[in-house]
């Protein structure tokens, strides 16, 4: 089984890789031995316009390639470039795609381990008048949590099944990344302010996941790039 980075790495490979470097790089990949690695953000280029990113692979004598850019100064071997030269926002963009969809799915993984947090804090926490899980205010944010994942499920897989088949998934991906990056953002929030302090501290999961949903709505596109591009969409 692969993690989702690894299956977008052994995607790009298949998909764009000569066979040669493909060969040399896949078992490692796939063993988990290599890490690979998706250099496309800039310091002075904005990360949700990918057409504007100003690194380079100049072409040498030799066939190699240098790559020349703010964060990075790296020869390419002749050969291991992938996919044809000048089509490179086309793998990235098809990378970032799937990357979207799994991500998705993480996140909405991570969200039900928050909420099972906040439902046994809330049923083993005592309260004035019995336990935080009889304040109505918690039952609030409890219902509102399992809202935002069960709406958002069926999104995600309406997209992913849309992948799977082949077929146009395009708002479909944009709607299911921004709504599941939101839900994340809000559930652990919310498991956040039932456990109090305790939420913040060491003891728990919940502000690495909390994180997780704050990044979510930045990575791969922040929210309004997708907001945007849906919208264009539907309406032509
Ligand atoms: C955890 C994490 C992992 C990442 N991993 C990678 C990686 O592996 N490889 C990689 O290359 N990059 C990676 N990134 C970078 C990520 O892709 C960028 O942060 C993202 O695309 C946004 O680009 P930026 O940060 O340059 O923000 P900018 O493009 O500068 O945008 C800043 C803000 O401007 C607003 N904005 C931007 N565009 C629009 C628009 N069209 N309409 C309205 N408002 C807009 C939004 O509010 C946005 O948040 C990662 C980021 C995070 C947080």
Known sequence: MLGSTAVLDVTALTGHAEPAVRDLYLPRVASGQLTMCNAMTEPYAPGSEPGLTTTRAVQESDGSRTVHGRKWFVTVPPGHLPGEAGRGLRVIAERVRLGRLLRCLRWLGQAERAFTLMRERARSRPASSGRLADLQLVQALVFDALLAIRT?????????????????????????????????????????????????????????????????????????????????????
């Open 152 to 236: 958002i499920r069926p999104l995600v897989f309406e997209a992913v099944a849309l992948v799977e088949a082949g077929l146009d998934a395009r708002v479909e991906t944009g709607l299911a990344k921004v709504a599941a990056a939101r839900m994340l953002h809000q559930v652990t929030d919310a498991a956040i302010q039932v456990h109090g302090a305790a939420g913040l501290g060491p003891d728990t999961p919940l502000p690495a996941l909390f994180r997780t949903g704050r990044m979510a709505r930045l990575l791969d596109g922040p929210d309004e790039l997708h907001i945007t591009a849906v919208a264009r969409r539907i309406l032509g």
